[in-house]
């Protein structure tokens, strides 16, 4: 089976750095995925990392160690509207699926 | 606009009832999900399918039911045996493996 660990709460202030870290035990590993969700609204892809390292996508990045089983999401330049839920995701099933992590909830202070 | 919709957006549900929840897209996907997510939880898997005419159960089937006659429909029916339901349902759909797209959601509310 699968199962992910995040962080329940982040909080941060505007302008700032934030790191959320994602810890997973998988049976087979497919890469790791990041979703955003507003309170009320639906997931929003993010990034997707299959190999080791970085992948920067603007303010984002996404940074993955599989011999670690282990992942993170920087979110840069912290603004308001970044407030909201950070999900980590892996492929299970061979690749059939995906599981979710519990959820980060990041707050953004003025 | 090519995506993923879901009616109704909110939907209240008496004691005993069967009720189906819609999800359509026109994104030309194979792949479908649909996830329930309770309050400040993350995402449970119900069902999965990859292609028409076949489904699989996710983690949390029991009292729910699917079916994929075409490509663009995955409707979801959650049923009287399912005894607590108030929840947030997701569906989404996927190409790639690496992106799945979500609908808007329904919120179901028994009553």
């Known amino acids: 089976g699968q199962s992910l660990e995040q962080p329940s709460e982040v909080t941060a202030v505007e302008g700032a750095i934030v790191q959320i870290n994602c810890t997973y035990q998988t049976s087979g590993f497919y890469g790791l995925s990041w979703y955003q969700q507003h309170d009320g609204g639906a997931p929003t892809f993010l990034s997707y990392n299959a190999l080791d390292g970085l992948e920067e996508t603007g303010r984002f990045s996404s940074f993955l160690s599989r011999s670690d089983s282990y992942g993170y999401l920087l979110l840069q330049e912290l603004q308001m509207k970044d407030s909201a839920s950070y999900f980590c995701a892996v492929r299970d099933n061979y690749g059939q699926n995906f599981v979710f992590g519990p959820g980060t909830r990041l707050s953004v202070l003025p | 606009d090519g995506g993923i919709t879901q009616s109704p957006k909110y939907l209240f549900r008496k004691e005993g009832q069967n009720v189906t929840l819609s999800c359509e897209q026109n994104l030309n996907h194979d792949a479908m999900y649909w996830y329930r997510q309770d309050p400040g939880q993350g995402l449970r898997l119900i069902y999965y399918?990859?292609?028409?005419?076949?489904?699989q159960k996710g983690d949390i089937a029991e009292g729910y039911s699917v079916s994929r006659e075409k490509k663009e429909s995955f409707p979801l029916t959650v049923t009287s045996a399912q005894k607590n339901p108030t929840a947030f349902y997701l569906c989404?759909?996927?190409?790639?493996?690496?992106?799945?797209?979500f609908g808007p959601g329904t919120r179901l509310t028994v009553l």
């Open positions: 399918s990859q292609i028409v005419n076949d489904f």
């Open positions: 989404a759909s996927s190409i790639q493996r690496d992106t799945q797209y």
